[in-house]
């Protein structure tokens, strides 16, 4: 990566965004390599476009617009024009069509092609989209290969069952296996009066762990709020300005590895630190608009789901976490931490089920399943407590194929940082690609043989 030259490109972009010019910055501090600007200022032009793009079909879809913090002015404007979903595919169409010609000289520089790279594949998933609220109707994998980049493998439920019943012979207790996994589980449960305590307890051992290894923009922070009646079990709300609003759902019961779990995920270093640093790096700094709202149906979201599950990892190798877990965690929470060990043994084998949760939603979503025939199908080979599988249905009928970005965004992630030497023996390494894919516009394409 050329800094020089980007730093020079990057100012140059700033002069066309009002309201991102850091302070101290202005025209006259231009100095004369800024010719190369022509280029970043068409795709500036472009990426406004996108952005209003994005914006406009939020007014289609409640869940489409995950994040915006660009000005103001351009949401009122979405609101008040309510263009239709053919306008809009019309005018996706043409910004399609000039991405095309504003493709990036051969020997630019990596993060220059890879933002074009990033606003083509958006824009593409976009278009697919408003297609799917105009009613087209597509597989599982075309869905997730169209919104997300990506198609999970099939698995064979004969895998599954062997490691349930691996589990059958690990688990004590009479029953079926779900049902000795649900009693086993219960002794883990986070009391109610304690779940506040604890999260604070975990997002503290997360955010050191990070900031050991990460420079945060300064200010940051994020508010946590217990919510009920929702179809997942935790959600960021990045705000900008390097603030999140945290939510994490009660309707269950919270078991104790969620509690590290959801304050890797949604805060350090998953989802908070993945949009402060687009905001920073890629809005801010270079002032790239497409990085001031977060399009939920996109390939973006396999990297943000992807890395925000492999960063729980990053922060807590295993032996690492099972030290916190006993010294910290469980003590916060009330329970015995000599049965931390015993309780991860078991939880490591159940997430050998993980990708029976996609053959469910794909065999939903393809109409092989009905919502009760899916429900069967995670508790038997996700080993889901029936409310538990009744809530992944709500989230599999709200969301579709969006499933696939937890883990097999996890997979392609680690895979990723570990084929550029970030492996668990190297942490410093690991750290560091991890940082760098998360202030990139880098997709998941892009992730393989990147
Ligand atoms: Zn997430």
């Known amino acids: ?62 869940d489409y617009v995950d994040a915006y913090y660009g000005p103001p002015e351009w949401r009122k404007e979405a609101e ?3 263009r239709t979903l053919d306008q809009i595919d019309k005018d996706a169409l043409t910004l399609q069509q000039s991405l095309t010609t504003a493709a990036p000289a051969a020997g630019a520089d990596d993060i220059v092609r890879l933002r074009h790279t990033y606003l083509t594949k958006q824009m593409s998933a976009l278009r697919n989209r408003v297609a799917m609220l105009g009613g087209k109707k597509l597989t599982f994998d075309e869905e997730s290969k169209a919104l997300y980049d990506a198609t999970a493998p099939t698995n064979d439920p004969a895998v599954f069952e062997r ?23 219960s002794q883990f449960v986070i009391p109610r009066d304690r779940l506040d305590a604890t999260f604070k307890a975990a997002i503290e051992g997360c955010r050191s762990r990070t900031l050991q290894h990460m420079t945060l923009p300064p200010g940051e922070s994020f508010t946590v709020e217990y919510v009920t009646n929702k179809s997942w079990s935790g959600y960021n709300w990045y705000q900008g300005q390097y603030k999140s609003l945290i939510q994490v759902n009660t309707d269950l019961p919270i078991y104790v590895d969620r509690a590290i779990d959801l304050a890797c995920h949604e805060g350090y270093p998953g989802h908070h630190v993945y949009n402060m640093l687009l905001e920073k790096n890629l809005l801010r700094d270079r002032g790239w608009a497409e990085f001031s709202v977060y399009a939920l149906f996109s390939p973006q979201s396999l990297i943000a789901e992807g890395t925000a599950n492999f960063g729980i990892d990053v922060a807590f190798p295993t032996r690492d976490r099972l030290a916190f877990e006993r010294n910290t965690i469980f003590p916060a929470a009330g329970l015995d931490p000599a049965r931390a060990a015993e309780y991860y043994d078991v939880l490591a084998l159940v997430d050998r089920l993980s990708y029976a949760g996609n053959e469910a939603a794909r065999r939903y979503i393809n109409g092989q399943l009905d919502a009760t025939g899916a429900a069967g199908w995670l508790e038997r080979y996700g080993l889901y407590s029936p409310p538990r599988a009744a809530q992944r249905v709500r989230f599999i009928d709200q969301y579709r194929s969006y499933v696939i970005n937890y883990n097999l965004g996890k997979d392609m992630v680690k895979r990723y940082v570990e084929s550029k030497g970030g492996t668990a023996a190297n942490a410093a390494k690991r750290w560091q690609i991890f940082e760098q894919l998360l202030s990139s516009p880098r997709l998941p394409s892009g992730l393989v043989g990147g």
């Open 1 to 62: 990566m050329k800094r020089v030259h980007l730093w020079a490109a990057c100012l140059a972009a700033m002069l066309i965004i009002p309201g991102y010019h850091p302070i101290g910055v202005v025209p006259g501090d231009l100095n004369p390599a800024i010719v190369l600007s022509a280029e970043n200022d068409a795709m500036n032009a472009l990426a406004e476009r996108y952005v209003k793009l994005v914006l406009a079909l939020g007014q289609h879809d409640a």
């Open 163 to 185: 490691t349930v019943e691996e589990l059958g012979r690990r688990l004590p207790g009479t029953g079926s296996v779900l049902e000795r996994y649900d009693a086993f589980r």
């Open 80 to 82: 008040t024009a309510k």
